[in-house]
């Protein structure tokens, strides 16, 4: 599943060929994604102007002209292939790169949207657990209502922590997870911001801030998980599939794992072997040494 940063990625590639422009025409096919596509979705988008690309999460929000909101996911095999007017085609997103899409037909795309400079979008997902939908209030809706502030963001620091972990007595790592917690982490970087932080992924989140304020592990915490992120999208993301950057390359911060993925591999720092356990049904990478 695609994280902030791949996430981030792809809204960085895909903005300077939408915003501005206006959608001229829609198909979508006949098959179900996560969700039914909503009810006169191609009517909908149809003559609108996409006002800006944003992102929320792991979620990207279209800003469309009349006040309406697109809001799509990549799901965990999903992708956009852009087809600029010269026929040079990128793809964005997670699954995998080609040359170009003819047509839009093939047997796993799901959405074409073409625009006013003939340009072609094509959304395409081979195990459909991406989706569409369509409001007028994205912080109302019913996947985004709930989300915590963004890990990158000045809502989110140590006093954001202190107060969400304040009696807290599940796994540090697990609320991370969260999204209730922060927006947009995922196993990757919450694993890699723990290492940074010198913090144990097996820790009571209360005991980070026993009085429930913030506290210098707190402030290493949020910190890491901060530059952890940033680093991530300057690298364009990390490839574990086939993630693809947006001129094709593929996201280079895997290069980068100090512990994920890494088991029985020294420990950057101390030299004793990464350990893996799973908590929650995930995988999680740590040195049992520095991290405390």
């Not at 997670?94 to 839009?104: K, L, P, Q």
């Not at 997902?125 to 007028?136: E, I, K, S």
């Not at 209030?137 to 019913?142: E, L, N, S, T, Y």
């Amino acid at each position: 599943m695609p994280e902030l940063p791949e996430v981030e990625t792809v809204r960085r590639g895909l903005a300077p060929h939408v915003q501005g422009r206006r959608i001229r025409h829609v198909r979508t096919s006949a098959k179900r994604l996560r969700f039914d596509w909503p009810e006169g979705f191609a009517q909908m988008l149809t003559g609108r102007r996409v006002e800006a690309l944003a992102r929320r999460g792991k979620y990207l929000l279209w800003q469309l002209s009349g006040g309406m909101w697109l809001i799509s996911h990549l799901g965990m095999s999903g992708r956009f292939s852009v087809l600029p007017p010269d026929g040079n085609g990128l793809a964005l997103g997670e699954f995998y790169f080609h040359d170009a899409v003819e047509t839009g037909t093939g047997p796993h795309d799901h959405l074409l949207l073409m625009l006013d400079d003939g340009t072609r979008l094509i959304y395409t997902d081979p195990r459909r657990f991406g989706f569409f939908d369509l409001t007028d209030d994205p912080a109302r809706h019913r996947m985004l209502r709930h989300m915590g502030p963004e890990p990158l963001s000045e809502a989110f620091g140590a006093a954001h922590l202190a107060q969400a972990f304040c009696g807290r007595a599940a796994p540090v790592k697990n609320l991370l997870l969260d999204q209730r917690v922060v927006a947009g982490l995922g196993n990757i970087y919450v694993c890699e911001a723990l290492f940074l932080a010198g913090i144990s992924p097996r820790r009571k989140a209360a005991s980070l801030s026993p009085s429930g304020r913030p506290t210098a592990r707190l402030q290493r915490l949020a910190a890491a998980v901060k530059q952890v992120l940033e680093d991530a999208i300057a690298a364009g993301g990390s490839t574990l599939r086939d993630h693809q950057r947006v001129d094709g390359n593929a996201g280079g911060f895997q290069q980068c794992f100090a512990v994920y993925d890494r088991e029985g591999a020294p420990c950057p720092v101390c030299g004793a072997p990464v350990k893996r356990i799973v908590q929650g049904g995930r995988s999680t990478f740590f040195c049992g040494r520095c991290q405390r």
